[in-house]
């Protein structure tokens, strides 16, 4: 039939395809399934604890997170003697088959799933058991199961099939060779002979398989054959194919499904590494290699096999995939210094990529960190989810805000769950947006998230796509070696400056406060606890608790996974972690004070209290002892008795009556809604609020968004404002205060506005009990500046954005993360609105506003109803943000004073401390002698018993600093982030103190060698 359509063809070959597929299994025997169900997992030695089942295909099991052992046992047919034997097993929930001893053997996943099923099909059912039967072979087989689908959900938990069945071999590879050469015809050009002459042969193979038999399948295999074997010529683009199972550590599902999502899917990856010669998977994430080890170590041996063969690449400098908006400067230093060490220590090998898939935005300060770990290259493509506007690059040098570059590929495809399939070779080369300088591109091929990674499907194809002509050709690598030719080219790359922004996912950015308060609270008090223990070591102390950090860090870390800290995961994933971080806090501040205590002691200081400062300036404020305020002023970086450091104040300027509160410097005066009418600014003889407008305007917005996203044009669906019930003015010993009581529909929120004497701002501390549901809670305050640009705090720096909405780009980027500040100023003065656990920000004009809560209800129904604890606090000042040391007051704000009562007698210190210290009350250990260069870290070195300072420029310009320590040190030297010295000469030590030039926002790490 010469003259037949190509669309009849077509119609065929699908027909035909579908006909394959059934025909490739045939059972021929069921087995017998039993299992006992538990609510939560147990080892394989209590597998027969739980609640017996006998099971057929169609009874249920389990109800959603249930989990269960199975038991499968049957006996393999004589007729199937000489023929192929596999199992199909099904469960309706995610298994993991194990051998003897409990070990996971291979993964299998429901077919039943939710996934794109343009990315292929999620279910893996199909067990091998032998290539040529003999006949009466036993199954016996035991498998770990989990009553939840691909992502989480509840798909019935019933048995959907469990059969001894023979698989014709044939048949399959025909049923590939049909997949390929159809969806290859569907990618070349309409009028190529390459489409024209794969249609036909695809049609005659479908009419000589009008009946499915040993002779048709042979006839059809050698139609298609020439086509298979046809070769491309010169390629203009070569794509690189890594097999990935990108793996959330938590998501729609706790934790601890992870780490037997983790077993399954390496299972499955080792056995198709067996299969497959040419495969070669990787996997990121020292923390889920961390779980395999703990809990499944036979399987880590064997992974540990794959890594020392070459075929299975760790990839990730990180210890979790975390969340680069929110999390702090130092964690995002600790999670490239834990992963990199753990995989060093594990493997012997040093990890050069950062894999960074699926995270919602990119920190500006990420090349610095990267280039002073020691990682050369940066694999995402989240930044292909952007809303409005596309990212102009696939291939670029992604510069940060102190100029470093790092060279960053987004695979083409924009996905990391790639089907491997004709259609994605051919989406790659044509929306490749650098192929006019590159002929490299990176191709991530798998199931992610419990899927098992690579199945059959993708390998059969990739085998059969090599270099197949009308496709550009494809190899299984490593993504090291596809980087390492990318650089080759890097000097044609366009560089792209400042962070990578995502035009979507804004509401990460709050969405789970209590966990976002956390975290910030554990960051500081791991920073705290680790200059405490420290100064201990400095002044003589040997019992520095570096497992103990370590251990709370990982911890710490691992919470701030990117589905975790932006809010984005179920509730039971909150109601674990707010646990465990309360756990982890009081350890952390248990730290502290056993620290302090003990440096007390060291000074001579016994049996009366001391008051402590961690950062690098002198600080005058007020501390509470003992229900005393007094004032105080303490050293920068050390201590002092607090009978010294208590001085004289006066706080007679300090006015709280209807309407007004009043100190030396501001006068605040209230509107009857509760909202600020006017801060008057007595320094600088002005008003910080723009007349007519008002500051502090708690307004309720309609919000039908789920944990990641809430309307773009929110502000036009206001809900309401906060109703202001009842008011009461005092002065509280160092403060003016106004407590302010709330209401909103059945949230209340009782607020306390103050002034304290001597100080700058207008602090407001807010307990909220938040009911509302499909709702968001903002303030805003309307400035009597004019500015184009807001700046914001990010990890060690800032960054400038538009205050305007001009252009597309900057109306995506309305909503706008900052940590401890954001700031409008003009040359002479400013307004900085600084926060103690809150994220997103928005700068519109004149308007600085704060999104303070926000209760979607998916994936948790219950987000954010519940009780809430924060601060945030309006600054004016004179001169801009940098001038007036915005920055010093953020961290002021957030890193308080700590007290602590002296326990340990001077007689417990050795001889020579007591010499050396004198019995000193007050102690500056370390100082720095320019304003904007901040000590972020002070902690003991990973291999030694050294100090290591981290400092950085917090201006944005060039800074030449002296870091002094008041207790002798013999050396000092510059390091990496690793803590590695890379043949630098040691720095020249003078007076204990060294000189140290900085550009802007550059990172210095310090060695320091004490004396003991």
């Known amino acids: 039939m010469p003259y037949e359509t190509g669309k009849i063809m077509r119609e065929k070959t699908v027909k035909t395809l579908d006909r394959l597929r059934d025909a490739i299994y045939r059972p021929i025997s069921s087995l017998q399934v039993e299992a006992w169900v538990t609510e939560e997992p147990v080892p394989y030695a209590n597998r027969m604890q739980g609640e017996r089942l006998a099971l057929s295909p169609g009874d249920r099991w389990g109800k959603l997170w249930d989990c269960a052992w199975f038991h499968f046992t049957g006996v393999v047919p004589e007729s199937a003697a000489g023929r192929k034997v596999v199992l199909l097993i099904d469960v309706n929930g995610e298994l993991c088959l194990v051998d003897k001893e409990g070990s996971p053997v291979q993964g299998l ?25 003999g006949g009466g072979e036993t199954v016996d087989l035991w498998a770990d199961a989990g009553c939840n689908d691909l992502f989480g959900r509840y798909r019935s938990g019933t048995l959907k099939e469990a059969d001894i069945a023979v698989c014709n071999e044939a048949v399959r590879q025909l049923y590939y060779d049909f997949e390929v050469l159809a ?51 010169d390629a203009e683009l070569r794509i690189s194919a890594i097999g990935h199972a990108h793996i959330d550590l938590a998501w729609l599902w706790p934790i601890r499904e992870t780490i037997r999502k983790g077993a399954r899917t390496f299972s499955t990856a080792l056995r198709n590494l067996e299969k ?52 702090g400067g130092e964690a995002l230093v600790r999670q490239i210094l834990y992963g990199k060490k753990f995989f060093r220590e594990e493997f012997g090998e040093d990890v050069r990529v950062l894999w960074l898939p699926d995270v919602f935005g990119y920190a500006g300060s990420l090349p610095q960190l990267l280039a002073l770990s020691g990682v050369d290259y940066m694999m995402t493509q989240k930044l292909s989810w952007n809303t409005y506007n596309k990212h102009p690059h696939h291939s670029f040098i992604w510069e940060g805000i102190d100029g470093t570059g790092v060279l960053t590929h987004l695979p083409p495809e924009d996905t990391y769950n790639s089907p491997a399939a004709p259609r994605s070779l051919a989406k790659i080369e044509r929306e490749y947006l650098d192929r006019g300088v590159s002929d490299q591109a990176l191709m991530l091929f798998g199931i992610g998230d419990g899927g098992g990674g690579p199945g059959e499907e993708h390998l059969e194809r990739l085998a059969r796509e090599k270099s197949l002509s009308g496709l550009p050709p494809v190899v299984q690598e490593p993504s090291l070696s596809f980087f390492r030719r990318l650089e080759k080219e890097a000097s044609s790359f366009q560089r792209y400056r400042g962070e990578l922004y995502l035009e979507k996912h804004q509401g990460t950015l709050t969405s789970q406060a209590r966990n976002k308060r956390y975290n910030r609270q554990m960051e500081i008090a791991l920073r705290e606890a680790e200059f405490a223990a420290s100064l201990a070591m400095a002044l003589g102390s040997d019992s520095y608790p570096s497992e103990h950090l370590e251990r709370i860090w990982k ?38 004070t056993a620290a302090y205590e003990e440096v007390a002691g060291r000074l001579g200081i016994s049996g009366e209290p001391i008051v402590f400062n961690s ?179 990010i990890q060690f720096g800032y960054l400038k954005r538009p205050t305007t909405r001009n252009t597309l780009e900057e109306m995506a980027m309305d909503e706008i993360c900052a940590h401890r500040y954001i700031d409008l100023s003009q040359p002479d003065y400013g307004v900085a609105l600084l926060n103690d656990c809150k994220y997103g920000h928005r700068a519109e004009g004149h308007v600085l506003d704060l999104n303070l809560l926000r209760s979607p209800s998916y994936p948790d129904p219950a987000a954010d109803r519940a009780s809430h604890e924060f601060r945030y606090a309006l600054l004016p000042h004179e001169g801009d943000f940098v001038t007036a040391g915005v920055s010093r007051r953020g961290y002021e704000f957030n890193v308080p004073l700590t007290v602590v009562e002296g326990t340990m007698s001077p007689e417990s210190a050795g001889a020579a401390d007591q010499d050396r210290l004198a019995h000193h009350r007050e102690l500056e250990w370390l100082t720095v002698d320019h304003p904007h260069v901040m000590i972020e870290a002070v902690k003991k070195a990973e291999e030694s ?22 207790l002798p040190c013999l050396e000092a030297a510059e390091t990496n982030l690793m803590e590695e010295e890379e043949g630098s000469a040691p720095l020249e030590l003078e007076d204990s103190g060294i000189t140290l030039m900085f550009r802007a926002f550059e990172i210095k790490t310090v060695r320091l060698k004490l004396k003991k």
């Open 555 to 592: 911890e710490t870390l691992l919470y701030q996974f990117h589905d975790i800290l932006p809010g984005s995961s179920i509730g039971r994933v909150y109601e674990e972690s707010l646990a465990r971080y309360a756990v982890l806090l009081e350890e952390t501040r248990s730290l502290v």
């Open 109 to 133: 996943t429901n077919i039943n799933s939710e996934f794109d099923f343009e990315l292929g099909l999620p279910g893996k059912r199909v067990v091998d058991v032998t290539p040529c039967a």
């Open 276 to 327: 497959y010669p040419d495969y070669v998977f990787g996997a990121s994430q020292p923390q889920l290699y961390q779980w395999m080890k703990e809990y499944y170590p036979k399987l880590y041996d064997r992974i540990s096999e794959r890594v020392r063969e070459g075929r299975w690449e760790l990839q990730g400098a990180m210890w979790v995939e975390p969340d680069t908006n929110i999390s």
């Open 183 to 233: 969806e290859l015809a569907d990618q070349v050009s309409p009028a190529s002979s390459r489409k024209a002459r794969v249609e036909r042969k695809l049609y005659e193979a479908s009419l000589a398989l009008a009946e499915i038999n040993e002779e048709t399948v042979q006839r059809a295999s050698e139609l298609l054959a020439p086509e298979l074997a046809r070769r491309g010529g």
């Open 945 to 966: 018993d050294d100090v290591i300072v981290r400092l950085y420029e917090s201006a944005g310009g060039a800074a030449k600093a002296r870091l002094s320590s008041s």
């Open 615 to 793: 950062l690098p300036w002198e600080r005058r404020e007020w501390v509470e002892w003992k229900g005393e305020w007094l004032a105080v002023r303490v050293p920068g970086m050390g201590g002092i008795a607090l009978a010294e450091a208590a001085a004289q104040a006066d706080c007679g300027a300090l006015r709280a009556e209807a309407g007004v509160l009043e100190n030396e410097r501001l006068r605040v005066t209230f509107a009857e809604d509760g909202s600020l009418a006017s801060i008057y600014d007595k320094t600088a003889g002005r008003e910080a609020l723009r007349p007519g407008e008002r500051g502090n305007v708690l307004t309720v917005y309609h919000d039908d968004g789920d944990a990641w996203d809430f309307p773009r044009d929110y502000r036009e669906s206001v809900a309401g404002t906060m109703r202001l019930e009842h008011v009461e003015y005092a002065v509280q010993g160092p403060r003016a205060v106004a407590k302010q009581l709330y209401r909103f529909g059945e949230s209340t929120l009782m607020l306390t506005v103050s002034l304290s004497e001597g100080g700058a701002a207008v602090e407001f501390a807010a307990v909220a009990d938040w009911r509302e549901s499909g709702k968001m809670l903002r303030t805003s305050f309307a400035a009597s500046v004019e500015s184009g640009m807001a700046t914001c705090e």
